[in-house]
């Protein structure tokens, strides 16, 4: 019931071209899905978050996509640059349970 | 922006050793949290602290570990008697609103148990 799937497990894309990642979730409890960022070295930073209650947020070149019913998110990254190169992590939580995380996309743009 | 500092940035200590990783979460967050990272695998939750004590924990978090607040700013994990597999990223992370919302993650601390 806590596990948050992450597809796939690595992605290679080309400079100006979208990254699409997907993830499921289990538990219809959750209430909160953000993407991290995670460059080698450092610690996840949060990239964007989304809320059931809406089915898409974008904030710049990322966008989140949400389908409550699927019980399934998506992070799509436009115009994808090399500096976009990094693991990317979705996760879920709600009021009741700690964040939980997917196993993680390496992303990878080359030019 | 503010930032969740952790120390040190690497550790390398024998097995059956004690280590105390040290974070200080930002200062008008409420909730603690510790995570590690195996390398090349998935962020895995340890424990949660609010309030002054654990609120939440997972079963990872076996009585090898202990966590501490033991001022107003500092929040520690400790491991009594390291194991290899204890071998990881450990992550400390803050929260101002707790579970529900984000979390702001520290660099973290490379712990290479030998």
């Known amino acids: 019931q806590q596990q948050v799937k992450q597809s796939p497990q690595s992605l290679i894309v080309q400079k100006g071209g979208i990254s699409i990642i997907n993830c499921a979730y289990e538990?219809?409890?959750?209430?909160?899905f953000p993407w991290y960022q995670q460059f080698p070295g450092k610690g996840p930073a949060l990239l964007i978050a989304i809320r059931p209650d809406v089915s898409e947020k974008k904030e710049g070149r990322f966008t989140i996509s949400f389908n409550k019913s699927a019980k399934q998110f998506s992070l799509h990254i436009m115009d994808s640059q090399p500096g976009d190169s990094a693991t990317y992590f979705c996760a879920g939580n709600s009021g009741n349970t700690p964040l939980v995380f997917g196993k993680g996309t390496r992303l990878s743009v080359i030019a | 922006e503010p930032e969740v500092t952790q120390t040190p940035s690497h550790q390398v200590t024998q097995m059956g050793q004690e280590v105390i990783l040290r974070c200080v979460p930002i200062?008008?967050?409420?909730?603690f949290y510790w995570y590690r990272q195996i390398l090349g695998q998935k962020v895995e939750f340890l424990v949660s602290f609010y309030n002054n004590e654990i609120s939440e924990k997972s079963e990872i978090f076996d009585d090898q570990f202990s966590v501490e607040r033991p001022d107003g700013s500092n929040f520690t994990l400790k491991i009594r008697s390291t194991k290899l597999e204890d071998s990881a990223m450990y992550f400390c992370?803050?929260?101002?609103?707790?579970?529900?919302?984000?979390?702001?993650f520290g660099s973290g601390t490379r712990l290479t148990v030998v």
């Open positions: 538990n219809t409890a959750f209430d909160y």
């Open positions: 992370a803050s929260s101002e609103a707790g579970h529900g919302y984000g979390y702001t």
């Open positions: 200062s008008n967050h409420l909730y």
